[in-house]
């Protein structure tokens, strides 16, 4: 069975601060990845997705990057955090194929606070 | 453009009660379509999913959903909530072969005692 971890649970930064959240999959070989934010109370916004090692692709950038190191790890980064960046973190691999109907299954999500 | 609508933030209903949850998309041709619940600071499961077929899907905990073409809509339901159903409700959807999966804003369902 496939299982996602994301770290780290939760984080209290300053503004102007690095920032690294991290998303390790296991059991799925090449799996597609994606990063989700979610404004307190809101809906989730789609920031990034990756669909092999070393490639990563945009949607909405909100001064953040995202790489793909491994090909079971995607980390999300920024070198100078913003009061903007709070929220939470999701990240979530997408299943392939009619039988898994391009599902999204997501990790326990990370909890960012800019102060 | 894609898009994903629940007109409705906040839905409060009696334990017990039946429950529909409205989900109205926007695409060119048929997507995918998802509902996923997020209990209290936590990630999203999956509650059911549809593509093709019969229009009324079945999903975890007693929960089903219509599929609607003539109307893009794709609405949860319940016949009985449990206090326990209180959680946000998302409803997705994407297209085959696309990388994007588009989210409405989600439904805030209260059950009271």
């Known amino acids: 069975a496939q299982t996602i971890h994301q770290w780290p649970v939760a984080e209290i930064k300053a503004v102007g601060s690095p920032l690294s959240l991290g998303c390790t999959i296991k059991?799925?070989?090449?799996?597609?990845l994606y990063w989700y934010w979610q404004a307190t109370g809101g809906t989730l916004q789609q920031l990034f997705y990756?669909?092999?090692?070393?490639?990563v692709e945009s949607v909405v950038q909100l001064n953040l990057s995202a790489s793909r190191p491994k090909d079971d790890q995607f980390i999300l980064s920024t070198e100078k955090l913003l009061l903007s960046h709070s929220g939470f973190y999701l990240c979530?691999?997408?299943?392939?194929?009619?039988?898994?109907?391009?599902?999204?299954?997501f990790g326990e999500g990370s909890r960012l606070i800019v102060v | 453009a894609q898009s994903v609508t629940q007109p409705d933030a906040r839905v409060t209903v009696s334990e017990g009660a039946s429950l529909q949850l409205r989900c109205k998309y926007s695409y060119s041709g048929t997507p995918y379509l998802f509902w996923y619940v997020q209990y209290q600071r936590q990630g999203l499961q999956l509650l059911l999913k549809?593509?093709?077929?019969?229009?009324v899907v079945q999903g975890v905990n007693g929960f089903e959903a219509e599929f609607s073409k003539s109307d893009s809509s794709f609405h949860l339901r319940k016949a009985s909530v449990h206090w326990s159903d209180s959680a946000v409700y998302f409803c997705?959807?994407?297209?085959?072969?696309?990388?994007?999966?588009?989210f409405g804003s989600g439904t805030r369902l209260l059950v009271s005692p």
């Open positions: 997705a959807a994407s297209m085959c072969g696309g990388y994007k999966v588009v």
């Open positions: 549809y593509y093709s077929g019969d229009p």
């Open positions: 990756s669909i092999t090692v070393g490639q």
């Open positions: 979530a691999w997408r299943g392939t194929g009619r039988n898994s109907g391009n599902t999204l299954y």
């Open positions: 059991g799925k070989s090449s799996p597609n």
